[in-house]
C-alpha cells in the first residue's frame, strides 16, 4: 500500500468507526425521566433522552475508540522494515 493509500485509510477508517461508536454511545447513554401530566395526577409517563456525550456513562465507550483508533494508526504506519543489527 503506497503512502496515499495509507493516508487516505487513515482518515476515513476513524470516521466510519466514529459514526458505529456514536450510535453504541447513543444507546448506552440513555436516560428516563418521569414527568406527571397536570390534568390527570394519576398519568405518569417515562420519556427518555439519549446523549452519546455524556461521559459519567458512556466514557468507557470513548476510550475503546480512542485506543482502537491509536492500535490502527500505529499498526497501518509502523516500519515494517526489519533493521539487521550487528552487535
Known amino acids: 500500500m503506497n503512502k496515499n493509500q495509507k493516508i487516505v485509510l487513515a482518515i476515513f477508517v476513524p470516521i466510519i468507526i466514529f459514526f458505529i461508536v456514536l450510535m453504541i454511545a447513543n444507546s448506552v447513554g440513555v436516560t428516563g425521566h418521569w414527568h406527571t401530566s397536570s390534568n390527570y395526577k394519576?398519568?405518569?409517563?417515562?420519556?427518555?433522552?439519549?446523549?452519546?456525550?455524556?461521559?459519567?456513562?458512556?466514557?468507557?465507550?470513548?476510550?475503546?475508540?480512542?485506543?482502537?483508533?491509536?492500535?490502527f494508526e500505529f499498526l497501518l504506519f509502523r516500519d515494517k522494515k526489519k533493521r539487521n543489527r550487528k552487535d
Open 42 to 71: 394519576h398519568l405518569t409517563t417515562i420519556r427518555y433522552t439519549h446523549n452519546p456525550f455524556d461521559w459519567e456513562k458512556t466514557w468507557y465507550v470513548w476510550l475503546v475508540y480512542s485506543a482502537s483508533c491509536c492500535l
